[in-house]
Structure formats: structure tokens, C-alpha cells
């Protein structure tokens, strides 16, 4: 591989724009091989180590594909473009500078990790409904909910003419006013958790998704992306449907 000009680097490993990168590397924020970049420096890509805050940059994309995590918040809509005018997470990651789409979908007033990629395969195998890589949810639900609520809302029931099987839910907070429970899904069905709440007669006050199998938002701010590590990619589509 040929030397090339940093922000060209920075830009290809999905990390950032071209114009983005520039701005970090004159803000001092980037390395290569220890030293702080300047811009327009060229780097060997194959022996030099390039570093944004410290973490390695790599421009490897898994089968050429690119794929991201996004911190989608509240008041987005998971589509690339919305007839109604209102805000789409299409807009949270345009300084990617390539095109990518969602995989699956958090409701408008819902926020959290959201995949994104332009590998159609990929999508199909992670939105079929029973893909085993669970998908792990913090919900906020009005009152102190009791030992009876928690167990119909674990139950198998059925939604939409389909019967869901029962799902994994632990109280992880309590407090007079509301309650927060952890809820793990493996189906994934079109707004699963907030008809099981309306079944049930619980009102969500939020609903956030905090994990996909071990991949978790962690210090990932909310309207901010980062690339999937090959290892996460490896990790999701090493995975086969039950």
C-alpha cells in the first residue's frame, strides 16, 4: 500500500470525515508513531501507528464493508429521509461520508445503540426475528412495580397474532414514582416492548437500548458514532440463527 496524505487515511477507516479529521489533527488530537500529526503529513498505512486520543485508527473495513454504532437519541427517526420533515438519524452520521442505513429500528421517542452499514447481508441476518444475539434494553416504567407486573411482563404473550416467547426482565432500580427494568429480547418484533408494557397496562416513561450481545454504548455520547472493530463485526456474523 502506498503513502498517503493522513485525513485521507483518517477518512477511509470510517472514523470521521475528511474535514472532521482536519479539524482533530490541527486540535492535536491525533499521533502517528507517538508524535502529534500535522496536517497534510503523508503515513505508510502498513507500518506507521496512527492514534486519535490515544486508540488506534485502522482503515481495515471486514469485507469492505463499513459498519458504526450509533448513540441514536430521542426525537429521531431511524430512516434515511422522513416525508413528514422530521429529523432522521440519517443527519447524525453524514460526516461519515458514506452511505449507510439502519439496522432495524428504535421508535422516535426511543434512544440508544442503533447499527448502521451498507452491507445488506448483514442487515437480513441481524433483523431476522430470531437471530440469537440478544438485544438488551433499560426501560423506565411509571410506579413501583410489583412482583405480579414483573411476572406477566416476562410471560409469553402474543402481539400483533404472534406469540412472543416469555423475555428475560430484572429490576435494576426502584423508586416511588418510577421503576427501571432491564428487559433482554431475542425476537426484536416491530415495537415489541412497548405494546408488551400496553398489554400488560404499563406506562414507559423511557426506553433505551444499552447492548447488542457484548457490544454496549459504553462512553459513547448520545448523537455520536464510532466504527465496529472487526472483532465486533466477527463477533455478530459469527453468529447463526437458532
Not at 42 to 51: G, H, Q
Not at 102 to 116: F, H, I, K, T
Request: glycine residues 10%; aromatic residues 6%; hydrophobic residues 30%.
Amino acid at each position: 500500500m502506498k503513502d498517503c496524505r493522513l485525513q485521507k487515511y483518517i477518512s477511509d477507516s470510517g472514523l470521521m470525515s475528511r474535514r472532521s479529521a482536519e479539524k482533530e489533527i490541527e486540535a492535536g488530537n491525533f499521533t502517528v508513531n507517538g508524535v502529534t500529526a500535522e496536517i497534510g503529513m503523508k503515513i505508510d498505512p502498513i507500518n506507521d501507528v496512527v492514534e486519535y486520543k490515544g486508540k488506534p485508527v485502522t482503515n481495515e473495513k471486514p469485507n469492505g464493508y463499513t459498519y458504526i454504532m450509533l448513540n441514536k437519541p430521542k426525537g429521531y427517526v431511524t430512516t434515511m429521509s422522513d416525508e413528514k420533515g422530521r429529523k432522521c438519524v440519517a443527519e447524525l452520521v453524514a460526516d461519515l461520508g458514506i452511505r449507510v442505513y439502519p439496522v432495524g429500528r428504535l421508535d422516535y421517542n426511543s434512544e440508544g445503540l442503533l447499527l448502521m452499514t451498507n452491507d445488506g447481508a448483514f442487515t437480513e441476518q441481524m433483523t431476522h426475528p430470531k437471530h440469537e444475539i440478544p438485544k438488551i434494553y433499560h426501560v423506565r416504567i411509571k410506579g413501583d412495580l410489583s412482583g405480579d407486573d414483573l411476572a406477566r411482563l416476562s410471560a409469553p404473550m402474543r402481539i400483533d397474532g404472534y406469540e412472543i416467547q416469555g423475555v428475560d426482565c430484572r429490576v435494576i432500580e426502584r423508586k416511588h414514582t418510577s421503576t427501571v427494568v432491564e428487559m433482554t429480547l431475542y425476537e426484536g418484533r416491530n415495537r415489541q416492548i412497548r405494546k408488551m408494557c400496553e398489554q400488560t397496562g404499563l406506562t414507559i416513561r423511557s426506553l433505551k437500548r444499552v447492548a447488542i450481545g457484548n457490544l454496549t454504548l459504553s462512553d459513547l455520547g448520545s448523537g455520536k458514532w464510532r466504527p465496529l472493530t472487526a472483532s465486533q463485526v466477527k463477533y455478530l456474523i459469527g453468529k447463526k440463527d437458532k
